[in-house]
């Protein structure tokens, strides 16, 4: 059986079960909604997959399968929404990571390129890019734990945690259990006492503070693995092609599609 990890970033099993699931969801759409499959279903969902796993553009998916434009348009249109909505029972929230007692958190920037529109809104000047940011929070084996929904791109990390209730959560759950840990980097020193201790001006780092920094960091490479089997989905990292209301839904679908590739 062929392997689809490189491809659409799922093995043979989890495919057949996205597809199973999927073909379930067609044959219970309404009639006036549904999509007459003119290829083979299977093939329409590894395409689909292709596309999010590797940001093609709808014209060279097209002229991979032999099949037009607005073809590959439609069908992505019709099966992208429904991936996310029949992986979403495999989908966690903050809420019940935070129960196991240890997460760790960092943001992340979605490329959009750039859009007139949006002005400075944003606009990333860490990353120098357009973009929207989101939260992401894993465990200490990198797997993922929570993402948040998405904020402007100009928004600092220790805003955007606030913005999107994750601050909130975190105090409560330390405030609740004193054994609770939240880990982060300096960006979020506001947030968790347990954030890499930032030098002070004009004063060499103590060392106490150089051995407190070294053990943060390396629990947090964690989330930086976390983040980047995230963004393996490339729709997320490489620039969003399309229209940006419908970036928080693809976020969304990504998320769910992640969760699902590491939890079944």
């Not at 609740?176 to 002070?200: C, G």
Request: charged content about 20%; proline content about 5%; overall charge positive.
């Amino acid at each position: 059986m062929p392997r689809y990890h490189s491809t659409c970033g799922l093995r043979p099993d989890q495919l057949d079960e996205l597809t199973t699931r999927l073909q379930q969801a067609h044959h219970e759409a309404p009639f006036t909604h549904k999509y007459n499959f003119t290829m083979a279903f299977a093939q329409a969902v590894i395409m689909v997959l292709i596309m999010i796993r590797h940001n093609l553009t709808q014209q060279l998916v097209a002229d991979l399968y032999g099949i037009a434009q607005p073809t590959v348009c439609r069908i992505w249109r019709y099966l992208y929404p429904m991936i996310g909505q029949v992986t979403a029972m495999n989908r966690q929230e903050l809420a019940q990571a935070l129960e196991r007692g240890i997460v760790i958190v960092d943001g992340t920037p979605i490329p959009t390129g750039n859009r007139v529109k949006t002005g400075k809104d944003n606009w990333n000047h860490k990353h120098h890019k357009q973009a929207l940011g989101i939260q992401v929070a894993t465990y200490l084996d990198g797997k993922l734990a929570a993402v948040s929904k998405p904020v402007k791109g100009s928004r600092h990390d220790s805003k955007a945690l606030e913005d999107v209730g994750w601050a909130a959560q975190i105090a409560a759950a330390q405030k609740a259990d004193p054994l609770f840990v939240a880990l982060a980097d300096s960006a979020y020193i506001m947030h968790t006492d347990l954030a890499v201790r930032r030098k002070k001006p004009r004063q060499p780092r103590s060392e106490q503070d150089k051995v407190f920094n070294q053990v943060i960091s390396h629990y947090r490479a964690a989330v930086e693995r976390g983040i980047a089997h995230l963004k393996q989905w490339k729709i997320l990292a490489t620039g969003y092609r399309g229209p940006l209301d419908e970036l928080p839904t693809m976020i969304q679908v990504v998320t769910n599609l992640e969760f699902f590739r590491q939890n079944t």
